[in-house]
């Protein structure tokens, strides 16, 4: 069992950076891929970004492409998404999760964390 623990959200200008963390606790995240998501009420959770279990590949949807960053320390068993050029329509509440086995961009991860929200004034 994996607990997964996110932290670093909080009320933002347009314009300004964020660094989220995930956490684990429970169980080393060195086998899972990691991906972020976010969901806005009234809508479908969405995926934002994700790395794989070696760090070699990232993916990101098309609205945060070039502007975050993902990244993982093993050996703090946290994985990170760093936010840049916030936009209004980046709020919403985000939250990381575990996958051992499928696609990346998928819902289909093993474990998820209770989320950090993140809001973007303009």
């Known amino acids: 069992q994996v607990q997964l623990v996110e932290s670093g959200g909080g009320l933002v200008q347009a314009g300004d950076s964020l660094r989220l963390s995930c956490t684990g606790f429970?169980?080393?995240?060195?086998?899972?891929?990691m991906g972020w998501f976010r969901q806005t009420p009234g809508k479908e959770r969405e995926f934002v970004a994700a790395i794989t279990w070696d760090g070699e590949r990232t993916v990101y949807t098309d609205s945060v492409k070039g502007r975050s960053f993902i990244s993982r320390d093993d050996a703090e068993n946290t994985v990170y998404l760093r936010l840049n050029s916030l936009k209004p329509e980046d709020t919403a509440v985000y939250y990381c999760?575990?996958?051992?086995?499928?696609?990346?961009?998928?819902?289909?991860?093993?474990?998820w964390g209770q989320g950090t929200e993140v809001t973007v004034s303009s």
């Open positions: 999760a575990a996958l051992m086995r499928g696609g990346l961009a998928s819902g289909e991860y093993d474990y």
């Open positions: 429970g169980r080393t995240l060195r086998s899972y891929a």
